[in-house]
């Protein structure tokens, strides 16, 4: 994927314009940040790129192909959007491994691999629900990142992140 063009979109949820009409183009190779004021608009945008929302008017074509018109959701993507949560009952490398059994893309290794890269012990058996804030971010962190995608989006990743592992994860961004 080379871009992600987004022209003329407009959301309006109750009659309130939560985004009006953005256009930008995301080209690969490249990270961005959005930023501002709370409640402008980032978040939404972020659902509206990973497909999770309907424009009110305009669209977002991943290269050639139109979201929600030619495809249903953009391929290859990792998300971390807000408060995602995985299956407390089960252990991180089990989550995963069930995640992964939907596309058939990443090993076992791979999982293993991306656990470790964020700072969590895949043999571990402890069940998501005991986890802490910050060893749960790292689990949504791994979940976006195991399939190896080429586009990440990713709302406010470090949170709950203690300063050493958000160095960290910021290298496993780049």
Known sequence: ????????????????????????????????????????????????????????????????KVLHKDIDFPEDTGIIIETMSLLPQYDAFTNLKMLSMIRHIASEED???????????????????????????????????FEKPKVLLLDEPTNALDEISIYRIRDLFK
């Open 111 to 145: 999982i293993k691999q991306t656990l470790e890269d964020v700072g969590l012990n895949p043999s571990d058996k402890k069940k998501v629900k005991t986890y802490s804030l910050g060893m749960k971010q790292k689990l949504v962190i791994a979940q976006a990142l």
């Open 1 to 64: 994927m080379s871009k992600i063009i987004v022209e003329n979109y407009t959301k309006i949820l109750s009659d309130k314009e939560v985004l009006k009409n953005i256009n930008y183009i995301f080209e690969s190779g490249m990270i961005y940040g959005l930023y501002g004021r709370n409640g402008s608009g980032k978040t939404m945008l972020l659902r509206a790129l990973a497909g999770m929302i309907y424009a009110t008017s305009g669209q977002i074509r991943y290269d050639d």
